[in-house]
């Protein structure tokens, strides 16, 4: 049985790799949320974990959420928070958030001291918190990066950075 010469077998095997690293990147590309999904997936992660606690009178701070440059080529992220007066079991709150991010796949951590915080990052977000500080709850986060062209946000504050 005839094999080929070291040089083509390697030349071969270069572009077989080549074909497979076009054909992977193409497909993570296309599974990059648009900026709309990805904006909606920001709210409904806030929103669901305001549902935890009904309690509470959420309100937005921001309006709408921001949308920022990500500083690279044409790419944003979304950041929005909402705010309400805070429970009386600021730990067993914060309990929640942080079963609940956890249930939805997130990496999260929780500060108990010394008010609680639950930190958060992953299920599509670059980071989410709650925050029981004193005279505030706030539920807060920020989208991954995302492929678009940034529209003018110079009339609404950012909220996070």
Known sequence: MRTRPFPARLLACGALLG???TIGGCLSQSNELSPTETEDRLKSIVERTADLLPDQQWRRSAGEPDEEDCGANDRVRFSWSIVADPGTEHLRDAQRVRQEWDDLGMNVRLVEEPDPVVYATGAGLERM????????????????????EPRDTGHRPTFMH
């Not at 918190?129 to 920020?142: E, Q």
């Open 19 to 21: 074909v497979v690293l």
């Open 129 to 148: 918190y709650f925050s029981t500080s004193p005279g505030l709850y706030v539920i807060a986060g920020t989208s991954l990066c995302v492929a678009s």
